[in-house]
């Protein structure tokens, strides 16, 4: 019970640490792309602010989990460069705050605080945010959006925590220790008789494995540690950071249209080897371009379409008693070989 339960916490974990960089990956883009920052110098102030926090964010939860849990470190070099990568993105004032009573030349290792506390770190993004909002460079929906994507991402830390300091309760883990003793005791007493020899082989797998596993449950119970099988806190941050750096450049770029500009959308060249068997998308195609030839469904009959749709809801209201639907035969260019009945039937 206690292996399975360490399992399912492990790959809660990944999903947590996923969610929470695709998340401040999601936040990087809307700043970037829906937030006008021409509107004012300022909102071009904050906007970079809080991309540059987001980044402290996810260095600061990196040295969290390092530093604190049942697998922190004890590497004075590796304190040392936690605390180094905090400072590179963290001004003066901010150290203050997230490192009472020191400045930045105190290494990690000789700091009296083994950590900073992340959250304080989202609201400083927030009062950018209200800034950037007080200059109306972006819309309201938007906004809220960010704010909900934010509160989602102190939410998946706070989970992640939750885990790595969670440990299962020791009466709980004594008896399974004790059961599996007394179980790999007697197992070679049971088997003798019919195994001979071979019960020293059998008993040494059992206990290998039975203890074995127990071992792998204790290392995924913490996965946010320094152990070669814990989760790589430090490829995540630099793959988010490189990301939202990337973010932040194309921003500034004109990109290529491609297509020209009565160019249709055709991906074609690239769909050969798709759905070979059913071939819907080259059934809709040649379905579409011979209604589209046929002028069934042009641009140029939407005016009679409208001009005519009054005078049909009319005699709808008076001839027809029920509604028959969609006819059998509409649908057969988008779903050949579906099967048509009538309400009648």
């Not at 304190?79 to 990568?85: A, E, I, S, T, V």
């Not at 003066?92 to 030349?105: A, C, Q």
Request: aromatic residues 10%; proline residues 3%.
């Amino acid at each position: 019970m206690s292996r399975q339960e360490a399992n399912k916490q492990f790959w809660e974990a990944i999903s947590d640490l996923t969610m929470m960089c695709h998340l401040l990956r999601s936040i990087s883009m809307t700043i970037c792309g829906m937030v006008t920052w021409e509107v004012d110098a300022e909102v071009q102030v904050h906007a970079k602010r809080v991309i540059r926090l987001l980044a402290l964010y996810s260095l600061a939860v990196r040295e969290f989990f390092q530093r604190t849990g049942k697998n922190a470190t004890t590497s004075k070099e590796q304190m040392d460069r936690l605390r180094q990568d905090v400072a590179a993105l963290a001004g003066d004032t901010e150290w203050s705050i997230l490192y009472p009573g020191e400045d930045k030349r105190v290494s990690g290792s000789a700091s009296s605080h083994d950590t900073t506390r992340p959250s304080i770190i989202l609201f400083w993004v927030t009062l950018s945010l209200r800034k950037i909002m007080d200059y109306q460079a972006t819309e309201a929906p938007i906004m809220n959006g960010l704010l909900t994507q934010l509160a989602a991402v102190g939410a998946c830390f706070w989970n992640m925590d939750k885990i790595d300091k969670t440990q299962f309760p020791f009466p709980y883990c004594q008896v399974v220790k004790w059961l599996t003793i007394v179980f790999l005791g007697i197992l070679p007493f049971s088997i003798a008789a019919v195994c001979g020899w071979w019960t020293l082989m059998f008993s040494a797998i059992a206990a290998i494995g039975f203890f074995g596993l127990d071992e792998v449950a204790e290392i995924l119970e913490s996965p946010f540690g320094n152990d070669p099988n814990d989760l790589d806190l430090r490829g995540y941050c630099d793959a988010l950071m490189s990301d939202m750096e990337l973010i932040c450049q194309c921003r500034e770029l004109k990109l290529d249209f491609v297509l020209k500009e009565n160019e249709k959308v055709d991906f074609s060249h690239l769909l050969a080897n798709f759905d070979k068997q059913k071939q819907f998308h080259q059934h809709f195609k040649r379905q579409s371009v011979a209604l589209a030839q046929s002028g069934e469904f042009s641009r140029d009959k939407s005016g009679e379409f409208s001009h005519s749709s009054g005078s049909q809801e009319e005699a709808g209201r008076s001839g027809l008693k029920k509604d028959d639907g969609i006819r059998g035969e509409a649908l057969d260019s988008v779903m050949p070989g579906a099967v048509h009945t009538s309400r009648g039937e």
